[in-house]
């Protein structure tokens, strides 16, 4: 029954599909798309290195901030630090493009500055949170058998979170390839240029030739952490990989 | 050998200052189970927790095997002393094997030594090393957890073991199984156990020493016997319980209260010479044994008396039999339900060693409590060292 009904949805989403590329191939609409092949490759490079570059950072920024965040000296501030960097986020991320404009003048520079900030959050967030949801008793057990502060940090604390950082680390770089397009209007290159110039010339192609590859990105890019997640995690706290 | 010695920890809370513990000395010998005891918040747990420091003390120091522990320092001390906590806290991302070899790879053990100890160990818990070491701990049960968990305690083969309430999370059926295996295991062991628990019954079974602590002092430190039998005042009487005696029953032994050397007819002997031997000690029945001196039965006085032939062809089945390797609670149990106040011991080939009474129970357990009369009133028991009048079995079938 249920095999079936699903059989069915296939179906209509194939028919669907065939039906819509019918359509955009007879309106000439893929060949117009076509035509900025080039400026797709490109700048969808230019737009993968502004990601990286920042993600890379927001990253390993986040991760030790969050880790030093929920050692127990910090307690007292954590909290604090924790909302700095929630109202941080809650700016426009254009407000801090152009903030980081005024400051950084144009280009990559401060495009880079401006993405690191509007995606560290959720990982600062995950990380503090994994690390102080690990179990207390996994953290009496590790002391009582005589590891040092460090080797509970990295051997047992951080594996045990690893999960909860990874939710953190995709949301974010989801965000991130999503607001590298803004990045164009202080001079940092990107899909956004197709974007924004599709707009400004009214031209659908070419607004659409900047548009599909960034969502596609994204999407790729989350599958890709989500593939990594699965492998890095390790098996017994998996929920993915769970064997029960 | 773990000594405490004026072992003391003072909190200081916002409702005022609490003494957790307050002075508490003792000494475990070498390779005991001793079993702090007591309700929750008594301090029971804090100190065992500052003898690796997990808790600091406020004063007081700790003893291992005659070293002064805190000479040591921290990461030291906790290597060299097993823990095993309540949640058990085996870590879960990593395999059982990781987990079984952390303190060995702490100490900069070789693989293949540490990699061998951990199969080692596993073999000891009946546990099949080539099924468990590569699995993680959510693929295992309640109760295998709680099994690597002592294990993994064990792995560096320290010489003091600290355990918080360590079978308290597992079902009763799983936790006399386990309590029984670590038994099994500390006798080839011999380790220095300091075990927490708030369970009467867990520490009768499981202790060589009982140390009842209230409000953050240690009340009463005495053997399980000793514990129940003279409890030192009205707390201790009330925590072990109103039924304490019936308790002592699981300490003692079938073999030490059994009569060595009962009287027995085998099934050729005569009813005459039968009653003879039930006359001249005044049973009211008596052990049938086979070739190999194996109870198969029992005459009844009655019987021999009035009737004629040999015991084969009037004797009655047993109802009861008891190892000898039992203890009295079991035997008790089966007194109780078989309407008997007697029974044949036996060993693991089912030949009889014994023969063990009510009285004969009643009279052992009694002991502890007229030696001390006899100081008071300087009154002599009567010297009843096997009373074994057997009472007149009932309703007997004919085996």
Redesign the interface.
Known sequence: MAKSKSLVFWLCALAGMFTLGVISQGSGFIEGVLEYSEDILYLSQQHLALSAVSGGLAIALGVSLGVWLSRPKQQRIAEGVMQILNIGTTIPTLAVLALSMTILGIGSTPAIFALTVATILPIVRNTYTGIREV?S??K?????????PV?ILV??EI??AVFVMFAGIRTALTINIGTVPLAFLIGGGGLGELIFSGIDLDEMPMLLAGTIPTALLAVLVDICVGATAYFVV????NPLR??? | MIKLDHLTKIFETPQGIVTASDRVSMEVPEGEICVLLGPSGCGKTTTLKMINRIIPATSGRVFINGEDTSLLDTITLRRNIGYVIQQIGLFPNMTIEENISIVPKLLGWKKSRYLARAAELLDLVALDPTAFLKRYPNELSGGQQQRIGVIRALAADPPVMLMDEPFGAIDPINREIIQDEFLKMQKELKKTVMFVSHDIDEAVKMADKIAIFNAGKLIQFDSPDRTLAHPKNDFVKGFVGTDRTLKRLRLVKVADVMNPTPDTVRPEDSLKSAFQVMDSRGYTSITMVDQSNRPIGMVLRAQAQTQEGTCGDHYYGLRAIVNVSDDLRTVASRMFSYDTTWMPCVDEQGVLLGEITQRGITHYLGATYRDKQVTGTNHRPTAEPYPAAHQPEQGAKRG
Do not use: D
């Open positions: 179990p008793f996994l009496e057990a590790a002391n009582g058998m005589g590891m040092t080797q051997r047992v594996p045990n390790p098996k017994g706290i769970t064997a029960r």
